[in-house]
């Protein structure tokens, strides 16, 4: 009887043996799906992040080509009206401009197909390129201008310009997180000691005699692109550490998330 009880349970622990280890294989594969379902998801919604990235960096690049585009033709139509040192002078400028602004628009092109990191460095080169051609291109609007009251009035309007922007970007890093605003700081101060001198300069300009303008002109107009030109940088450096920072925040959230649905 005792060997027969024996077999009884030997029998029931050969049938109970496999279906825990199927038990086991499929809780196991069940875990496995679900990982690779989650990280399948993660990837999918970082490629479709990062393509949102580039289309919206290339609609900005566009706006702004087209921008300069214009820019440079006025310039090419007051290079048929100046005189003829003034018209050489202005037009090898020109040339220049032109062809920097067409060789970055060709360049657009090489986005399409990028990897995310090919993209981050063609961004941060392209930006800095056509920062530094915008306020070439500023600068060479400002010599061109004919009177010291055409340049006062373009003056005038492009520091509001720039006085609203900065405002604008302050509000925008009081509401980032402390450490972006820390990263930054030093930046927006030495952006509003730059945008505090060109008072000064201002003040220099407006009290100039006609032979004195003709000489702090090109000096003016440096100071002013270049304030533009700060202004652009500073912003494009804030915006990019806010969309890190808000990617961070959404990556944290997602990591939060798996040991809930786990556990469901």
């Given at each position: 009887m005792c060997t027969s009880?024996?077999?009884?349970?030997?029998?029931?622990?050969?049938?109970?043996?496999?279906?825990?280890?199927?038990?086991?294989?499929?809780?196991?594969?069940?875990?496995?799906?679900?990982?690779?379902?989650?990280?399948?998801?993660?990837?999918?919604g970082e490629e479709m992040q990062a393509g949102e990235e580039m289309r919206q960096f290339r609609a900005e690049m566009e706006s702004q080509l087209n921008d300069l585009d214009d820019q440079i033709s006025d310039l090419e139509q007051q290079m048929q009206q100046a005189g003829q040192e003034g018209q050489q002078e202005l037009q090898?400028?020109?040339?220049?401009?032109?062809?920097?602004?067409?060789?970055?628009?060709?360049?657009?092109?090489?986005?399409?197909?990028?990897?995310?990191?090919?993209?981050?460095?063609?961004?941060?080169?392209?930006?800095?390129?056509?920062?530094?051609?915008?306020?070439?291109?500023?600068?060479?609007?400002?010599?061109?201008?004919?009177?010291?009251?055409?340049?006062?009035?373009?003056?005038?309007?492009?520091?509001?310009?720039?006085?609203?922007?900065?405002?604008?970007?302050?509000?925008?890093?009081?509401?980032?997180?402390?450490?972006v605003q820390s990263q930054y700081q030093s930046q927006m101060e030495d952006l509003k000691q730059e945008r505090k001198q060109l008072d000064q300069q201002m003040t220099k300009l407006e009290n100039a005699s006609d032979q004195e303008f003709q000489e702090i002109q090109s000096e003016f107009a440096s100071a002013l692109a270049g304030v533009g030109q700060s202004l652009r940088q500073v912003s494009n450096d804030v915006e990019s550490a806010l969309q890190s920072a808000g990617q961070e925040m959404q990556g944290e959230a997602q990591d939060m998330q798996q040991p809930g649905e786990q556990e469901g």
């Open positions: 009880a024996a077999f009884r349970r030997a029998a029931l622990a050969a049938l109970i043996a496999p279906a825990l280890v199927l038990s086991a294989c499929a809780e196991q594969r069940q875990e496995n799906t679900e990982q690779q379902a989650q990280q399948q998801a993660e990837q999918t090898s400028t020109v040339q220049t401009l032109r062809q920097e602004r067409d060789q970055l628009q060709g360049e657009m092109q090489q986005l399409e197909g990028a990897s995310q990191s090919e993209f981050q460095d063609m961004r941060s080169d392209m930006q800095k390129r056509l920062n530094d051609l915008q306020r070439r291109t500023e600068e060479a609007e400002i010599n061109a201008m004919q009177s010291k009251q055409e340049v006062q009035q373009y003056a005038q309007s492009r520091m509001n310009e720039i006085d609203r922007e900065i405002q604008s970007l302050d509000q925008r890093m009081n509401g980032a997180e402390q450490n």
